[in-house]
């Protein structure tokens, strides 16, 4: 009789047969680094994280080349916001001198990425310039273009793109090649979907959003859209695309069709839900989170970007 269950009786065996493997070097660490702190400030709404200073990042570079993550994103969260974001370009803004701060405590051990979007530095929250009341796709391209150049100068080793403004892999690409930043790679957020899972994010950053941002980020019934993003990011020259929040029918319809490498972001909500189905008792923590990574990965995502990269590693070695 053929039995399957041969291949499931005892741990050492299901080792071995095991398709599916999550390494270390696969995970990247969100950080979010804000300005006018003198000490970490917890985030309510997502135990365990927190807002670190640019005295306590090195603290978590080292704990996160240490541990053999793949890299990190960082987030600044600036005390000033104008409409404009003019925060984002500032070459002494707070993620400006983030980038510098980490990749002076990385050298070169991981990857050091930046969020390249306005809605941190924003006062009106939109990933964007907002004109008569609508986001200007536009000339918000122009402003993405300044901060990449920004950053790269600052010693970024890649941008991620999450702003969803249409060609905006091309216009950051034209703008890096053009000041010499040839090997500056772009993370572009091909399918990040306007979801209500990203709400804890939103005080991770301080965000001032009044109102939605689903005239540039994709309907969640969508599918077709994201391939549609996904062959204009390839066609513009991303080195990565990223599939936001990871749902992962989208996830392994682009893997599928994708020839550069997949990520996926475990956002704010699914970290928010687990920790506190956890925290009623409700589930096996450190199980289900290594099972929800290793989901991705089984969809098809080479990168997982995760608040809890540093505890799956550990658990992972």
């Not at 080349?65 to 404009?84: N, R, T």
């Not at 809605?119 to 008569?132: A, K, L, P």
């Not at 991770?204 to 689903?214: C, E, H, M, P, Q």
């Amino acid at each position: 009789m053929i039995r399957p269950r041969r291949l499931r009786a005892t741990d050492a065996v299901r080792r071995l047969v095991r398709e599916t493997r999550v390494h270390p070097a696969q995970l990247v660490l969100p950080v979010f680094v804000a300005e006018g702190l003198s000490a970490p400030r917890a985030i309510t709404s997502m135990p365990g994280v927190y807002q670190q200073t640019l005295q306590t990042l090195p603290e978590v570079i080292e704990a996160a080349a240490s541990a053999g993550l793949g890299g990190v994103m960082l987030f600044g969260v600036p005390i000033a916001k104008d409409a404009i974001g003019s925060g984002a370009t500032d070459p002494q803004g707070i993620l400006t001198r983030s980038v510098q701060v980490a990749v002076k405590a990385a050298a070169g051990r991981l990857v050091v990425m930046a969020d390249l979007c306005l809605d941190e530095f924003t006062d009106h929250g939109h990933c964007g310039v907002v004109r008569d009341g609508e986001v200007d796709n536009d000339a918000t391209l122009v402003r993405y273009q300044d901060m990449a150049v920004v950053l790269a100068r600052a010693g970024v080793d890649m941008v991620g793109l999450s702003g969803m403004m249409d060609g905006q892999v091309g216009a950051v690409r034209q703008a890096l090649d053009a000041e010499g930043f040839l090997n500056t790679a772009i993370l572009g957020y091909t399918a990040k979907y306007a979801t209500a899972l990203y709400g804890p994010f939103r005080e991770a950053v301080d965000n001032s959003l009044k109102g939605n941002r689903r005239t540039y980020q994709q309907d969640v019934g969508n599918s077709r859209e994201s391939m549609r993003e996904l062959r204009l990011d390839l066609a513009e020259g991303a080195d990565i695309v990223m599939v936001k929040p990871a749902f992962l029918d989208i996830v392994a319809a682009v893997a599928q069709a994708s020839d550069v490498p997949v990520a996926v972001y475990q956002v704010s909500g699914e970290y928010a839900m687990l920790e506190a189905a956890a925290a009623q008792g409700w589930i096996d923590r450190e199980q289900t989170l290594m099972e929800s990574i290793t989901g991705c990965v089984r969809a098809g995502a080479d990168i997982v970007v995760t608040y809890w990269a540093l505890e799956a590693a550990e658990m992972l070695r």
